[in-house]
């Protein structure tokens, strides 16, 4: 439920005015209805702040934390909301597979006794009658009874089918409620995976200041290595309160708090990651494979060790100089203009990583392989520390210079050559970390090379942008505290997991894998880093049961966002984690 309002100044409607009424308002997420009153045309929507515009609380003090807090308190308990029904399906589902389960074994006991008792009664028939059968001609062939042998049997195959046909409904009726488990789980990820993609949103403060990214892009073998497939993993963590400090907030503020304080600090934090991965395609630079003079970057040499000079190849070729000499090696370099760009990661704000190849067709290099890894060619791995990066791009006629470039610059080069590899895959050359040869490092133009780097690191920032990843990511793997809560990439098959409510199926099954016990751990966690949060609206807000949230626009201009609790309470339901999560927040 949102409150949207304008004004030129000056206090205006609080949450119990009268002018307040429904709305269609983009802004209601989760199915809270909203209310405003005088709209603007001028106003945001969605939660996103106009230009120079300014949250503050209900009593007009200016917010710690300048985001729209109501869009981001609604948008949790939309998600737990989502969760929580999805769970209840998920048990209801798994329940019903597991009585279907005990439903078939007992049709199939039951045809089975009924077989079996079948036979015996005809068996018990025969042996009373067998006198008769035996005196009385006619009655019985010279080869037995064909009568009730061909009875028995007849009755045998109708049993047997009749167990058959059972167990093809059985099947069917088994993959329909899979089939409705999965589709299931799949809104239930499809929820998370929202709500994590928009994580600048709806992240509180804390979470989002613990957040570490890293950026991996590399040519995808499925689109013939024609575009380039990006991985995100995010990770972040969630700092600890006591159940004390969350239940019993009131002795806490009388002088329980530093004993809370002490249990949470004793308390390791939740720490969750995840992983989205999207095609490139669309998306600025990445949209096609690219080489090394796509960027701009002309003659830029590469080193690949020291070797002979020519001069000295032909002397001992022909034998023209002493075999006591030592021959003298000489830096150098490849040409790598016309390189692609296999593969890309930037870790953190700290480390880029660039990989190049020289034939496309013989790499499939990925994230964490290692540069070469058996394919034919030529392939370069460099490392850049980013924060020795320039910050603005040279051109590349800048003069080398690199008496004045400090240490930190220089990145690490290592190159693979194995367009002559040997038996066994080994490479014929490996050479690592050459800017630690001397002669390397003062023939190296490493201006050249960190403008080459500040290139990448800027095309690697189109990655970043938080449209492309809610507009393509797809969520391929949740861990909370090193376990996996949601895989896409592996189905759960496991009986222990079945057993227990909602977690997995029988070893036929291919269930999507949601642990929704480690779902709810993290809900949990989050709504914690909500607490705060909630308790200073509450403070701030003279209604009692709402939340206001202003925002300061342009113009002397405002716009008001307010949220009954009683909606979000409904919202969360009367489900223990319903009233768990709802505790934790608004307690």
């Not at 304008?6 to 119990?16: L, V, Y």
């Not at 990820?189 to 993609?197: K, M, P």
């Not at 067709?361 to 392989?369: E, M, P, Q, S």
Request: charge should be negative.
């Amino acid at each position: 439920m949102t409150g949207d309002s304008s004004s030129s100044g000056g206090k205006h409607g609080t949450a119990g005015s009268d002018d307040y009424h429904s709305s269609d308002n983009e802004d209601d997420k989760g199915g809270i209805e909203g209310y405003h009153h005088n709209n603007n045309s001028s106003s945001t929507t969605g939660g996103r702040r106009a230009s120079q515009a300014h949250f503050l609380y209900a009593d007009y003090s200016p917010l710690e934390d300048d985001r729209n807090l109501i869009e981001m308190l609604k948008n949790f308990v939309s998600l737990a909301a989502q969760v929580i029904q999805r769970h209840e399906v998920d048990v209801k589902c798994i329940s019903l597979m597991h009585d279907s389960e005990l439903l078939r074994e007992e049709i199939v006991s039951a045809i089975r006794n009924t077989r079996a008792t079948a036979t015996d009664t005809i068996d018990r028939f025969y042996e009373r009658n067998s006198d008769v059968f035996a005196s009385v001609a006619g009655l019985q062939s010279a080869g037995g009874n064909t009568f009730l042998t061909d009875a028995k049997a007849s009755l045998a195959k109708m049993l047997t089918d009749v167990e058959t046909g059972s167990l093809q409904q059985q099947e069917k009726h088994k993959e329909n409620i899979i089939s409705i488990i999965n589709t299931n789980r799949i809104a239930a990820v499809n929820a998370v995976q929202g709500w994590l993609s928009d994580e600048n949103r709806n992240f509180t403060r804390p979470v989002l200041a613990n957040l570490s990214v890293e950026l991996a892009a590399h040519v995808d073998p499925a689109t013939s290595n024609n575009t380039y497939r990006v991985i995100r993993t995010a990770s972040t963590e969630i700092a600890t309160t006591s159940a004390a400090a969350v239940t019993n907030k009131k002795e806490e503020k009388k002088g329980g708090g530093e004993k809370a304080a002490a249990a949470a600090a004793t308390t390791p934090p939740t720490r969750f990651s995840y992983v989205f991965e999207f095609e490139a395609t669309g998306v600025e630079f990445w949209n096609y494979r690219k080489k090394v003079f796509d960027l701009g970057i002309k003659e830029l040499m590469l080193p690949v060790g020291m070797k002979l000079p020519m001069s000295e190849k032909v002397k001992s070729t022909f034998r023209l100089s002493s075999r006591k000499e030592e021959p003298a090696k000489e830096p150098h370099f490849t040409k790598a203009d016309d390189f692609y760009i296999s593969s890309v990661a930037l870790r953190g704000e700290k480390t880029l990583e660039v990989r190049l190849a020289s034939d496309i067709a013989a790499t499939a290099a990925v994230a964490g392989r290692p540069a070469g890894g058996g394919d034919k060619g030529e392939f370069f791995s460099i490392v850049f520390d980013v924060t020795s990066l320039p910050g603005s791009t040279h051109t590349s006629s800048s003069p080398s210079a690199n008496s004045t470039l400090p240490a930190t610059t220089h990145p690490t080069i290592h190159y693979t050559d194995n367009r002559e590899r040997g038996r066994g895959g080994q490479a014929t050359m490996e050479e690592t970390d050459l800017l630690q040869i001397k002669e390397i490092e003062q023939a190296t133009d490493l201006r050249k090379l960190a403008m080459f780097g500040t290139e990448v690191l800027a095309r690697m920032q189109i990655l970043r942008d938080p449209g492309i990843l809610a507009l393509k990511g797809k969520l391929k793997l949740l861990t909370v505290d090193e376990k996996e809560a949601i895989s896409m990439s592996r189905r759960d098959a496991s009986d222990a997991a079945m057993a227990s409510s909602g977690a997995a199926a029988t070893a036929t099954s291919a269930l999507v894998l949601i642990d929704y016990h480690l779902l709810f751990d993290l809900l949990e966690a989050l709504a914690r880093s909500f607490g705060p949060v909630v308790e200073k609206l509450k403070e701030k807000t003279p209604v009692k049961e709402e939340l206001i949230l202003r925002q300061e626009l342009e113009g002397g201009q405002r716009k008001e966002f307010a949220v009954r609790l009683d909606d979000l309470r409904s919202q969360l339901g009367e489900t223990s984690h319903g009233k768990t999560i709802w505790n934790i927040v608004f307690a």
